[in-house]
């Protein structure tokens, strides 16, 4: 991994679980800088190492410190995670805005990171006070406690995509590819060809307009050569059908 990516700051983490499953996320989206201000209940966890799975790597090169300030004292910009408003006078982010500006930051080698509370209650005003900015996540405003490890994914993976964009839709092509004007056309003459023979194309003098409907239905389709073989065989087949009747 690069050393261009934002140093992830878990502040006071109270359970290893949580910690192995913080670095599982992370890993998911390509970031592997972790650091921890003193863990509730020390360090090295098994249960971490449990929970990371293959992210293990993560942890074992996992800085840990003593103090929040110690843990920031390299950086160059902080982020702070938090779900209140803390009446303080700071850029509020929306996690996407602020790993767009890490980004930025990181490609300019200067050093990012993002801190995360305790479970319990999130960071302390001592530790937010030490950030230049905030970044809160829009969640109901009824229920605004996000889990340790699900508020490092979300982050991660805004980070991720502002790397590597993904398409709002795209289609599995599952081994085919898509059918060309050729092959469509050829699909609607064959299908026109076996209806007619079938006397669907009645009375004459909607004819016209039945067939060029249905060769409109053909075009408007987004068929796949898969498909047309498909379609080409259930004609071919009821046909075979019929003559065996």
Same mark, same amino acid.
Not at 90 to 107: L, Q
Not at 172 to 196: F, I, N, S, W
Not at 210 to 225: C, G, I, V
């Given at each position: 991994?690069?050393?261009?990516?934002?140093?992830?700051?878990?502040?006071?983490?109270?359970?290893?679980?949580?910690?192995?499953?913080?670095?599982?996320?992370?890993?998911?989206?390509?970031?592997?800088?972790?650091?921890?201000?003193?863990?509730?209940?020390?360090?090295?966890?098994?249960?971490?190492?449990?929970?990371?799975?293959?992210?293990?790597?993560? %942890?074992?090169?996992?800085?840990?410190?003593?103090? @929040?300030?110690?843990? %920031?004292?390299?950086?160059? =910009?902080?982020?702070?995670? @938090?779900?209140?408003?803390?009446?303080? @006078?700071k850029?509020?982010?929306?996690?996407?805005?602020?790993?767009?500006?890490?980004?930025?930051?990181?490609?300019e080698?200067?050093?990012?990171?993002?801190?995360?509370?305790?479970?319990?209650?999130?960071?302390?005003?001592?530790?937010?006070?030490?950030?230049?900015?905030?970044?809160?996540?829009?969640?109901?405003?009824?229920?605004?406690?996000?889990? %340790?490890?699900?508020?490092?994914?979300?982050?991660? =993976?805004e980070?991720?995509?502002?790397?590597?964009?993904?398409?709002?839709?795209?289609?599995?092509?599952?081994?085919?590819?898509?059918?060309?004007?050729?092959?469509?056309?050829?699909?609607?003459?064959? =299908?026109?060809?076996?209806?007619?023979?079938?006397?669907f194309?009645?009375?004459? @003098?909607?004819?016209?307009?039945?067939?060029?409907? %249905?060769?409109?239905?053909?075009?408007?389709?987004?068929?796949?050569?898969?498909?047309?073989?498909?379609?080409?065989g259930?004609?071919?087949?009821?046909?075979?059908?019929?003559?065996?009747?």
């Amino acid at each position: 991994m690069t050393d261009r990516q934002p140093a992830f700051v878990l502040v006071r983490p109270q359970m290893g679980e949580n910690i192995g499953a913080a670095a599982r996320a992370m890993w998911n989206f390509g970031l592997d800088r972790m650091r921890m201000v003193d863990p509730r209940d020390g360090w090295p966890n098994p249960r971490a190492v449990a929970l990371a799975s293959g992210a293990g790597r993560l %942890l074992d090169g996992a800085g840990v410190f003593h103090t @929040t300030a110690d843990a %920031l004292a390299d950086c160059h =910009y902080v982020f702070a995670t @938090t779900a209140r408003p803390r009446g303080m @006078t700071k850029p509020v982010f929306t996690p996407e805005a602020a790993m767009a500006k890490a980004r930025e930051m990181t490609a300019e080698g200067r050093k990012v990171a993002v801190m995360f509370g305790p479970e319990r209650a999130g960071l302390e005003n001592a530790d937010i006070i030490q950030a230049n900015a905030i970044i809160s996540v829009p969640v109901n405003p009824d229920f605004p406690s996000l889990n %340790l490890a699900q508020c490092v994914l979300l982050t991660a =993976y805004e980070w991720r995509r502002a790397d590597v964009p993904a398409d709002g839709e795209r289609m599995e092509m599952g081994g085919t590819e898509p059918a060309t004007g050729l092959e469509v056309e050829k699909l609607a003459a064959h =299908y026109e060809e076996r209806l007619d023979q079938a006397g669907f194309f009645f009375p004459e @003098t909607k004819a016209e307009g039945m067939k060029a409907n %249905l060769r409109n239905l053909w075009s408007r389709m987004p068929l796949t050569r898969a498909d047309v073989q498909m379609f080409h065989g259930m004609l071919r087949q009821m046909v075979r059908w019929k003559e065996r009747g």
